[in-house]
């Protein structure tokens, strides 16, 4: 019924729902009634709009079976917010108002489409909080530790200095990307010659560029660039191959085998 506060040793009461009141009349004149900063709109006005949109919870989260399923929606970045973590989805799941059915068996988390009733992903609960539990991705060879990942993307960068330069670099900027970045370097620089490799690896380390991405699109950039000078030099070639002037164009005269045949014999 009463709220004490006792600050320096001198004791007041005050009445708890007068105090409340007066916090209600003061989120009626700030937080209530001012506009948003970020969505322009008093949120007391949104709120009377959405209100009527709104539905009776039949039972509490408490009360809900640990394998019953709950719906949730997906985010941009495909994972789904489950008890203040981000469990992750497979790519290309997300959808403007795609939702997924979730259930706890456990402590194994399933996360099934509702459309199919396919598990899209099993996550095995975490109990930490604002934590990212990723997916095993199947594309990425796991058999391979890192560091005969790196002596294979050498090997294919022509065990250069550029390249041990470029694999140190890539490996101390993106650590948690580490297989798929060997794995990309090794993928691309398959067919590819030996000169148009250096030339790409010394395009990435001069501009300061450490990225499988942007090493392949080097690759590619200096490839199309390598053509077209190509083709420039045989139009040009071809250019300046000399034509026999018209005047000097004639036929020579065909003879018959028989009078080679006769000058022969004497």
Known sequence: KYLKYNFAKNRTFVDIDKFNED??????????????????????????????????????FRNVPSNSILTYTVRKDNTISYKQNRYQVP??????????????????????????????????????????????????????????????ALNVLNNTNEAKIFLDRIRIEKPRYIRDQYSLICNTCKNVEKKLIEESLKYCIEREIFSAVSFRDAIEFLGEKYKELDNQKLETANKNIPSIPQRYDIKTQIRDTSEYVKALEG
Do not use: M
């Open 23 to 60: 916090c209600l009349l003061w989120l009626d004149r700030t937080g209530n009634a001012n506009i948003h900063g970020t969505t322009k709109k008093i949120p007391k006005e949104v709120f009377s709009l959405e209100k009527k949109y709104l539905l009776p919870v039949s039972q509490t």
């Open 91 to 152: 790519k290309g799941t997300y959808e403007p108002g795609k939702t997924v059915g979730v259930r706890n068996l456990d402590g194994i988390i399933q996360i099934i489409d509702k459309d199919t009733g396919k598990i899209l992903a099993e996550h095995k609960e975490c109990i930490l909080k604002g934590k990212l539990i990723q997916i095993d991705h199947p594309e990425r060879d796991k058999t391979l530790k890192i560091d005969k990942l790196y002596e294979k």
